[in-house]
């Protein structure tokens, strides 16, 4: 088979063994897969994949189950699913443990499906699982323009919450349209101002957070009694001072998870609480796939440029 290879910090459509199904395994053969920021740390040497997992990038991709490995049960060669992975999904073939497959929401294409697995399951295992995010509380997401940020929008939405994003302006009228409530241009406003502003002093029940050390004191600064922040990235920095009695003051609480490195078994929870909590609201049409382009799976390269221009709204997909 073909798959992108990382040589030199360089992206390179290769021809490659093709994988083998372990025990609990099965091999789909991608039809698309989306391209996530953190593909890009991972060309730059930065996020290496876990023991075991495919050495390709590649979160999530969608596709027909070609194989099963021993001990899969309840699936079948032919079936059309969508997966998250620990990797390999800019590939022809990966091969995927069953616990991380996922129906295609009635209602979307294979390519749709392909944008949803990796922002469902970090959003969903964040805000909804962890923060508990309830109807009429108020959402923040940092970065509502990007692949996660666009998903967040819409799930809180869903489940009745007030949603207030930041993003650039040029972004905002999209967002809108997407549901959120309240954008906030963080290059020209300061978010803790703003939220104060719409909350009438009160703060924001829930923060979605991916840039980390830079926003840590105005999140918390931003934060309702009781309040949870889920740093999901670091696009400003790992390292920052935190005041505890700020946090104390707020009774609030900061969480910080990944999913790539998880237990499979743990991997496995989130993909059922995703496919029993989140796929109804897909195939009801309240959350749908957001995406900004698509780009053939040889040419990774140019679809990781664009993301880094950060000029784009939702997921990249490529195609094979
Ligand atoms: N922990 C996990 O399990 C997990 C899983 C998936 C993703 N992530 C993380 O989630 C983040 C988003 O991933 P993605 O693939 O969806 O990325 P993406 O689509 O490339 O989005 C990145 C976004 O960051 C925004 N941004 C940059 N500086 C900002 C700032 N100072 N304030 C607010 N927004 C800012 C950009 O929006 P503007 O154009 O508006 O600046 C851009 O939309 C990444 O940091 C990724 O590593 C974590």
Known sequence: MHAIVIEEKQLRWAE???????????????????????????????????????????LECSGVISALGPGVEGHHVGERVCAL???????????????????VPAGLSLVEAAALPEVACTVW?????????????????????SGIGTFAVQLGKALGARVLVTARAAKHERLRALGADVTIDYSE????????EV???????????????????RNIEALAPNGRISVIGFQGGTRAELDLGALMA??????????????????????AGVRDQVWPLVSAGLVKPVIHTTLPLAEAAEAQRVMETSDHLGKIVLLR
């Open 85 to 103: 992975l620990a990797g390999g999904g800019y590939a022809e073939r990966v091969a995927v443990p069953a616990g991380q497959l996922l129906p």
């Open 250 to 271: 707020k009774r609030g609480t900061i969480s910080s998870t990944s999913l790539r490195a998880r237990p499979l078994a743990d991997k496995a929870r989130v993909v």
């Open 16 to 58: 490659v063994p093709d994988p083998e199904p372990a025990a609990g395994e099965v091999i789909v053969d991608v039809t698309a897969a989306a391209v996530n920021r953190a593909d890009l740390l991972q060309r730059q040497g930065q996020y290496p994949p876990p023991p075991g997992a495919p050495v390709y990038p590649g």
């Open 125 to 145: 295992s964040n805000v909804v699982a962890h923060d508990r995010l309830r109807t009429g509380e108020t959402l923040l997401v940092h970065g509502g323009g």
């Open 189 to 196: 406003q300061d978010f803790v101002q703003v939220v104060r």
């Open 199 to 217: 909350t009438d002093g009160r703060g924001v029940d829930v923060v979605l957070d991916i840039i980390g050390a830079k926003y840590l004191a």
